[in-house]
């Protein structure tokens, strides 16, 4: 059974986050399903195994250099988390230099476009299907409370303050999670009617690892428009979208209506228990094994 390392990247690993902690989870427990035996390390490379990287080039990340020594292209998937094309710190030239030497996999296929494009010796890019899983967070109890219509959590940059701020003056009660991971998030999601996702940057990518924990505990969530996967049928995971014009109008309607909450959560359950989640995965998998064994040989 082929062996696939979901490797953090992260010179602060003890004392600081996992970004991508839920990703990681979620991409674990599809893999598993998918046939695969995973493990989930912080800063390991383990031989023989496949090694998604995940992190490089954030503020937690080691020099690019110093991956390149322990992270050999050979053995080593590049997971991309960022717009490619938005404002980000990380899209750099350096970044697109370090990306043109892996084969990369990305959770949304304008990235993966954008990182061919900006990155053309790239020697793979590819859109993996990414999932909310079961397990990955404890399921709601029979006597959980909702206090809050909506809840949020993620950097407050500008654009989403405006936002926020617009729906406040709505009526509408928002939780806001600060510096609450895991577990623990769990708990404070479970007070929300919804989740809310808003775009940090003007590019609309579906912010996925914000969806993945509150998807797979049945909690629906609330979305700003957004640019969807290619792979995957996200229009039927129970996630409402409403336009960036007049979001938070919009949103009111969609907390007037009672049922929509109880069907967008059906439909969120539905999605993540889908039986062909793993068959996706594994389908990019194989892609993206492929794309290695061609790096070897070269």
């Known amino acids: 059974m082929q062996t696939v390392n979901l490797v953090m990247v992260n010179r602060y690993h003890g004392r ?3 970004t991508f902690e839920d990703t990681m989870l979620a991409l674990s427990a599809l893999l598993n399903q998918a046939g695969y035996q995973t493990r989930i390390t912080a800063n390991l490379i383990v031989p023989g195994a496949i090694n998604i990287l995940f992190g490089v080039g954030s503020v937690f990340s080691h020099s690019y250099e110093e991956v390149r020594q322990f992270a050999s292209p050979e053995h080593t998937i590049i997971f991309n988390g960022e717009q490619v094309e938005s404002t980000s710190g990380l899209i750099t030239p350096e970044y697109l230099d370090f990306l043109s030497q892996y084969v990369v996999v990305d959770w949304c296929q304008p990235n993966v476009d954008a990182i061919l494009r900006r990155a053309p010796s790239c020697p793979g890019a590819f859109e993996l299907p990414l999932f909310p899983a079961p397990g990955l967070a404890p399921m709601p109890p029979q006597d959980w409370i909702m206090k809050f219509d909506l809840g949020f959590y993620g950097a407050v940059v500008p654009r989403r303050r405006v936002m926020l ?134």
């Not at 690892?209 to 509150?214: D, K, Q, T, V």
């Not at 049922?259 to 967008?264: G, I, K, P, Q, R």
């Not at 039986?275 to 070269?298: G, H, K, W």
């Open 165 to 298: 701020d617009a729906l406040e003056r709505e009526g509408i009660s928002i939780k806001y999670i600060e510096n609450v991971y895991g577990p623990k998030l769990s708990e404070h999601l479970l007070e929300c009617r919804y989740i809310l996702n808003l775009h940090a940057y003007e590019t609309d990518l579906l912010e996925i690892n914000r969806c993945l924990r509150p998807m797979s505990m049945g909690i629906p969530v609330i979305s700003e428009a957004s640019t969807l996967p290619a792979s995957g049928d996200w229009n039927d995971s129970g996630i409402q979208f409403a336009p960036t014009e007049g979001f938070a109008p919009a949103v009111k309607r969609i907390l007037a209506a009672p049922d929509n909450c109880l069907v967008a959560s059906r439909k969120t359950v539905q999605f993540t228990q889908r039986a062909d989640n793993a068959l996706r995965i594994r389908a990019v998998m194989e892609r993206a094994q492929a794309a290695l064994a061609a790096v070897s040989v070269a």
């Open 16 to 18: 600081s986050i996992w």
